[in-house]
Each structure stands twice: as C-alpha cells, then as structure tokens.
C-alpha cells in the first residue's frame, strides 16, 4: 500500500538512538567523595567541608582530580603519604593516586604536625596552601616530593612554633629549587629564613605582619641577584621597623631599589618614641638619629644605646608599678599595727629617758668637790696632830 500524500515516511523512533549515542560518548565520571562538592570534568574542582569529623585526608578522590580544597577539618597530624594513601609508613611513600592534582588548599584545618615526606606522591602539585594552621612540627623532609611546586602559602602558620620550627623550616625550604612565590605574613618572624632568600627562582616573598625591625646587611645581599632571573620582589608592610642606626643599610638600599618592594611607601618607624609613625622612606641618611657613633660601637652598644624603644619603656613603668605595690604594703602594714608601734615607741621614750637620768645623776656626783677624795701625804713625812705643840 503507498504512503498516503503529505505524510512523511516514518523513519523509525529517534529516541534510543539518541541514547544509545549520548552513551557511547560518554564515560563514567568518578563518584565525588562524601561530603565533598565535585566542579567540572576535565580540570575536577573538589572542595571539602567536613568539620571536625575529617581527621584524615578523603581516600576516594578521583584519580583526575586537579584542584583539591579541604576547610574546617580536623587534620592534626599528616602522616607520610598522606595524599597517596599511605598511612605513615616506607609502603606508601611510592603510591601515586593523585597525579594531575596541580593545587592543594589545606586552610583553616587544625594542622599540627607535618611528617618528613607528607605530600609524596603528588608529583604535578604547584600550589601547597597551609596558611591559618597552628603548625609546632615541621619535619625536615615534609616537601621533598614535590619537585613542581611554584607557590607555598604558610600565612600565620609558624608563631605557635618557635625558633625549632624556624630552623625545621629553613631545611624543608632546600628541595624546592623551582618555587616562585613565599608567603611568610603574620608569623611574628624576626629574621628571614636564610633558605627562603635562596630559591634560585624566587619571584615574591611575602613578609607583611611579622616582627621584622629592619634587614640584615647579609639578608640584603641574599636579596641581590646578578643576571637572570630577576630578584624576587619583598613585601615588608606592617613590621615595627627600628629607625636607628641599623636601618642605615636597608634605607639606602630602599632607595635604589624602591620597585622591588611594592609596598615601600607603606613602612613606617616603630622606635624611636620621636620617629614613631614616619614613613621610613621620608627619613635622611644624615639625619642624626641614624648616625652610628664612634663611641657606641667601640663599646658594644650600637643601636641599643643610643634607641630606647618600647619594650624598655615599658621595663620602666612595670618596675615602677612594682615600687608603688611595695610601698602601699609598707603603709597599710604600719597602719595595721600602729598601736603597737605607739606603744614600743613609748617604751624606748621611756628606756632612753631612764638612761638619761642616770647619766645626769652620775654627772652631779663627780662634780660636787665634797665628795672629791682628799689628797694622799707625802711618803716620809709625819702628819701633826692637833695637840702638839709644833
């Protein structure tokens, strides 16, 4: 029988075959972890906020995972391998799960304690975000698998660990010949990490909010790079500069080098009482509170005695505070006893009053001349007595 005019010739139902070809093209896409958020396909976004619950890194992270984000966990200790599936010991220092992972944001998580050999097994990492965690242990070896890594945020990350973890710090700092980018702010440093002003390759090193009085003639050769790469750029805002003598170097080295620290004009003075709040480019070379005198560095001094910065004004007030305190003790301890002090200080009136009369006494006694003894005669003459005619 012939189709009928006007009515187009079924050709059969497009709809399974629209499925059967969506399916052939597709590929099973790798679960998310639980309680993670799972962006995009080829460049795999993961960002995970567990709570405190989270006490280890998720296991089930997809193999092409680029970019992972954990915030608000519990992760105290990363052992060796962490991110590989190790669970701390030499077994899991070889595993690679995670080899596209370019960029690992750890903020905020509680982390402590940082294993020799934490991040093996994530040879394609470029990013390590660790700022916001109170870390007191630092093993020497905690970033030697990762040859690739350009960035290294440890933002308020070090106060908590004291000069150990400065020094722990400075060894891990030596593998990573290819980082680019430090950040080092709000960590209440007061030098730089030698290894830091090292990297062959540094482009920025970020040092806003520590304790930094000023650079060391030796820090600021470190910063001095002859031919390529450039030297890395300093950022210094926010540090309680000491504009004495030993800001000399560092100003003059300011002045010719004003476009490697993006945030010069923002430094001011700290100490002295009379410089505080002065933009520290604003200061003269010449000026009298930064010339080194002959004397003080004879004698040791140097800066120390020539500057009295706040710690030792307030040195000063703290012991005269304590002065006072002794003092109104002393008062309130007499006023508490002050009926026996009237009556011992009646009693020694009274004892020095008697010592005195009796020195008066004796006085009188050796100067009246009837009680003076009488004169002793003459040895061979006979004394005349009253009848005798002579």
């Given at each position: 029988?012939?189709?009928?005019?006007?009515r187009?010739e079924p050709?059969?139902?497009?709809?399974?075959g629209l499925l059967l070809?969506?399916?052939?093209?597709s590929r099973?896409?790798?679960?998310?972890?639980?309680?993670?958020y799972?962006?995009?396909s080829s460049t795999l976004?993961l960002?995970c906020?567990?709570?405190?619950?989270?006490r280890?890194?998720?296991?089930?992270?997809p193999?092409?995972?680029?970019?992972?984000?954990?915030?608000g966990?519990?992760l105290t200790?990363l052992r060796?391998?962490?991110?590989a599936?190790g669970d701390?010991?030499?077994?899991g220092?070889?595993?690679?799960?995670?080899?596209l992972?370019?960029a690992?944001?750890l903020p905020?998580?509680h982390?402590?304690v940082?294993?020799?050999?934490a991040?093996?097994?994530?040879p394609?990492?470029a990013?390590?975000?660790?700022?916001h965690?109170p870390?007191r242990?630092l093993g020497?070896?905690?970033f030697?698998?990762?040859?690739?890594?350009r960035?290294l945020q440890?933002?308020?990350?070090?106060?908590?660990g004291?000069?150990a973890l400065l020094?722990?710090l400075?060894?891990?700092?030596?593998?990573?010949d290819?980082?680019r980018?430090?950040?080092l702010?709000?960590?209440a440093?007061?030098r730089?990490?030698?290894?830091a002003?090292r990297r062959?390759r540094l482009e920025?090193?970020?040092?806003?909010?520590?304790?930094?009085?000023?650079?060391s003639?030796?820090?600021?050769r470190a910063?001095?790079r002859?031919?390529r790469?450039?030297?890395p750029r300093?950022l210094?805002?926010?540090n309680?500069l000491?504009c004495?003598?030993?800001a000399r170097p560092?100003l003059?080295w300011?002045?010719?080098?004003?476009e490697?620290?993006?945030d010069?004009r923002?430094?001011?003075?700290?100490s002295?009482?009379?410089l505080?709040?002065r933009p520290?480019?604003?200061l003269?070379l010449?000026e009298a509170?930064?010339r080194?005198?002959a004397?003080?560095a004879?004698?040791g001094r140097?800066?120390?005695g020539?500057?009295a910065?706040p710690?030792?004004?307030?040195?000063?007030?703290?012991f005269?505070?304590?002065l006072?305190?002794?003092g109104?003790i002393?008062?309130?301890?007499?006023?508490l006893n002050?009926?026996?002090?009237?009556?011992?200080?009646r009693?020694l009136r009274?004892a020095c009053?008697?010592?005195?009369?009796?020195y008066?006494?004796?006085?009188?006694?050796?100067?009246?001349?009837?009680r003076?003894?009488?004169?002793?005669a003459p040895?061979?003459?006979r004394?005349?007595?009253?009848?005798?005619g002579?």
């Open positions: 029988m012939a189709p009928r005019a006007g187009p050709r059969g139902p497009l709809l399974p070809v969506a399916a052939a093209l099973p896409a790798a679960p998310c972890p639980f309680q993670c799972c962006f995009g976004l960002r906020a567990s709570g405190a619950e989270l280890q890194p998720p296991r089930d992270v193999p092409d995972a680029r970019n992972l984000t954990i915030v966990a519990n200790v060796a391998a962490a991110f599936g701390g010991d030499a077994d220092a070889g595993l690679v799960r995670l080899p992972l370019a690992l944001r905020h998580n982390i402590e940082l294993e020799d050999g991040f093996d097994g994530l394609s990492l990013a390590l975000d660790l700022s965690n870390l242990v020497g070896g905690a030697r698998g990762l040859p690739a890594l960035s440890l933002d308020h990350a070090l106060a908590r004291g000069p020094a722990a400075d060894v891990a700092l030596g593998p990573l290819e980082l980018l430090l950040g702010a709000g960590n440093l007061s730089l990490p030698p290894a002003l062959p920025q090193l970020d040092a806003r909010l520590n304790a930094l009085g000023g650079l003639p030796d820090e600021l910063l001095e002859r031919g790469p450039p030297a300093l210094l805002a926010d309680p000491r004495g003598c030993a560092l003059a300011l002045r010719n080098a004003t490697r620290v993006p010069a923002r430094l001011t003075c700290a002295p009482r009379a505080h709040g520290f480019l604003d003269d010449d509170r930064l080194c005198a004397r003080d004879a004698d140097g800066e120390e020539e500057l910065g710690e030792l004004e307030a040195s000063y007030v703290f005269g505070l304590v006072a305190l002794i109104l002393f008062l309130m301890v007499l006023y002050r009926r026996g002090i009237q009556r011992w200080m009693n009274e009053r008697d010592q005195m009369e009796g008066h006494y004796r006085y009188e006694q050796d100067a009246d001349p009837r003076a003894p009488t004169p002793a040895a061979g003459s004394a005349a007595s009253p009848g005798s002579l």
